[in-house]
């Protein structure tokens, strides 16, 4: 499965959870195979002004994201996010991007 985690700059696993996934510095990928971490890699965020809040939607679906982790969104982004069968999970509380992914592999991080 791909985890899409908003995250601060510089991205990656050791990262600050983006409190906001529309207006992250980036976004980190994790690709996880049988509750361990296989392959990370840091995307640059989109611009909202094509597309509006689900430009960033699109973006992660396009990249084959099954699962979001986020500190926050609105409910709009949220719809979008169940409509492209993209699952998202409360990782505001977590202290880094690392620690996010280990919490949803344990399944300790409720859905929004």
């Known amino acids: 499965m791909k985890i899409a985690i908003p995250s601060v700059l510089p991205g990656g696993l050791e990262a600050q959870v983006g409190a906001h996934f529309g207006h992250c510095d980036c976004y980190t990928l994790v690709d996880v195979e049988d509750g361990a971490v296989v392959k990370s890699e840091v995307i640059p965020s989109c611009a909202h002004e094509h597309g509006g809040c689900l430009a960033p939607v ?15 969104m609105g409910m709009r982004p949220l ?7 993209i699952q998202v999970f409360f990782a505001g ?5 690392g620690k996010a992914v280990e919490a949803f592999c344990a399944g300790r991080l409720a859905p929004f």
């Open 79 to 85: 719809m979008g996010f169940n409509q492209m069968g």
């Open 58 to 72: 699109n973006y992660l679906a396009d990249r084959g994201v099954t699962v979001l982790l986020a500190g926050g």
């Open 93 to 97: 509380d977590q202290p880094n991007v």
